[in-house]
């Protein structure tokens, strides 16, 4: 792995991204739209693993203008549907619910103990020298700026992020990169390709002005889940392509 800090040349270039001319890959246990606003992708009597868009809270916020969310949507099809990890409003990707408590609890353990892997698409600007890596920085909530989160190596708790050069557009001067969290703090992997001098594109809160105008929405998205069977201990794995 190399270090954690890289430098990068950027420029100044507004134009927003062509989504769909940059890569993408073909999703599997795709099944069908349940309620307006998610996909199912996967139903069973233990679970439930669904793709939540971006700009919809994983769950209701403070204030009447924050109550649709998607577990709230859910709900209404699966009324015994618990929410088991977050994604960020601005997020989109692949989440999953549990059906009881029991089960909830036994999902909730997979997490707390980092034995489900996880991993994310993002299109960051600028090139990534070297293509591969990781960052290990520290994070804490900026207490006087919420909800932003940033760096901190005195009260910050241990943050690790790999990366992987996906595609690099020189054309546009962005990277699409494979992201996958060893850690899950709030906001880490946005913060983290911001320390790196790569925002992710859309990125209201940590995004350059440039960056933050090649799309209308965060090119991040949660592509990858694994994890085991809460009933039987089966092997599960889901994919759920980007729309970008």
Same mark, same amino acid.
């Given at each position: 792995?190399?270090?954690?800090?890289? !430098?990068?040349?950027?420029?100044?270039?507004?134009?927003?991204?062509?989504?769909?001319?940059?890569?993408?890959?073909?999703?599997?246990?795709?099944?069908? %739209?349940?309620?307006?606003?998610?996909?199912?992708?996967?139903?069973?009597?233990?679970?439930?693993?669904?793709? #939540?868009?971006?700009g919809l809270l994983s769950v209701p916020g403070?204030?009447?203008?924050k109550q649709d969310c998607l577990i709230t949507?859910?709900?209404?099809?699966? %009324?015994?549907?618990?929410?088991?990890?977050?994604?960020? =409003?601005?997020? !989109?990707?692949?989440?999953?619910?549990?059906?009881?408590? /029991?089960?909830?609890?036994?999902?909730?353990?997979?997490?707390?103990?980092?034995?489900?892997?996880?991993?994310?698409?993002?299109?960051? /600007?600028?090139?990534?020298?070297?293509? !591969?890596?990781?960052?290990?920085? %520290?994070?804490?909530?900026?207490?006087?700026?919420?909800?932003?989160?940033?760096?901190?190596? #005195?009260?910050? #708790?241990?943050?690790?992020? +790999?990366?992987?050069?996906?595609?690099?557009?020189?054309?546009?001067? =962005?990277?699409?990169?494979?992201?996958?969290?060893?850690?899950?703090?709030?906001?880490?992997?946005?913060?983290?390709?911001?320390?790196?001098?790569?925002?992710?594109?859309?990125?209201?809160?940590?995004?350059?002005? !440039?960056?933050?105008? #090649?799309?209308?929405?965060?090119?991040?998205?949660?592509?990858?889940?694994?994890?085991?069977? %809460?009933?039987?201990?089966?092997? +599960?794995?889901?994919? =759920?392509?980007?729309?970008?």
């Open positions: 792995m190399q270090a954690n800090v890289l !430098s990068s040349k950027t420029r100044d270039n507004t134009r927003r991204i062509n989504t769909q001319a940059l890569l993408t890959m073909p999703s599997t246990h795709h099944l069908r %739209p349940v309620a307006p606003g998610f996909e199912l992708i996967h139903a069973d009597s233990a679970l439930l693993v669904v793709n #939540k868009p971006s403070r204030g009447a203008d949507r859910v709900q209404a099809d699966y %009324p015994d549907a618990l929410i088991v990890h977050r994604l960020d =409003c601005d997020t !989109s990707g692949l989440l999953v619910l549990a059906r009881g408590k /029991e089960l909830h609890r036994r999902l909730s353990i997979q997490f707390q103990d980092r034995q489900v892997e996880k991993r994310y698409v993002a299109i960051v /600007e600028g090139e990534l020298a070297p293509d !591969s890596g990781e960052v290990n920085l %520290p994070l804490i909530v900026d207490w006087p700026n919420r909800p932003l989160h940033i760096v901190d190596f #005195k009260t910050g #708790k241990p943050s690790l992020t +790999l990366y992987r050069v996906l595609r690099y557009d020189a054309v546009e001067h =962005c990277s699409r990169v494979e992201l996958t969290p060893e850690t899950g703090r709030t906001h880490q992997l946005r913060v983290h390709m911001q320390a790196l001098g790569h925002p992710i594109l859309g990125d209201t809160l940590y995004a350059t002005p !440039s960056a933050r105008a #090649k799309a209308d929405r965060l090119l991040l998205h949660a592509e990858y889940l694994a994890f085991a069977h %809460p009933e039987n201990g089966k092997p +599960l794995n889901f994919t =759920c392509a980007a729309g970008f």
